[in-house]
């Protein structure tokens, strides 16, 4: 198993850290993996749900595009009010 050593931790970052290990009985390298562990899987996540809404974007097909207007018709159209 890799070992991971963390320098320059601020103070009050290591004091939540303790809190929160010595609430769920952990010690403070437990509890930072567990930690390390939701963030990752969250970010994970983020990009699959990110992925996911692309692909549904690109599938879905516009119908009848040519019929918008020109957006630079429309902003001249409104600075000329």
Same mark, same amino acid.
Do not use: C, G, H
């Given at each position: 198993?890799?070992? %991971? $050593?963390?320098? *320059?931790?601020?103070?009050?970052?290591?004091?939540? %850290?303790?809190? !929160?290990?010595? $609430? *769920?009985?952990?010690?403070?390298? $437990? $509890?930072?993996?567990?930690?390390?562990?939701?963030? !990752?899987?969250?970010?994970?996540?983020?990009?699959?749900?990110?992925?996911? !809404? %692309?692909?549904?974007?690109?599938?879905?097909?516009?119908?009848?595009?040519?019929?918008?207007? *020109?957006?630079?018709?429309?902003?001249?159209? *409104?600075?000329?009010?």
């Amino acid at each position: 198993m890799a070992i %991971l $050593q963390v320098r *320059d931790v601020p103070e009050e970052l290591y004091q939540a %850290l303790s809190e !929160l290990a010595k $609430q *769920d009985n952990r010690s403070i390298s $437990q $509890q930072t993996i567990v930690i390390l562990k939701q963030a !990752l899987n969250y970010e994970e996540n983020k990009v699959k749900k990110r992925k996911r !809404l %692309l692909e549904k974007i690109r599938a879905n097909k516009i119908i009848n595009a040519d019929a918008f207007p *020109d957006p630079a018709e429309l902003i001249r159209e *409104d600075r000329d009010r």
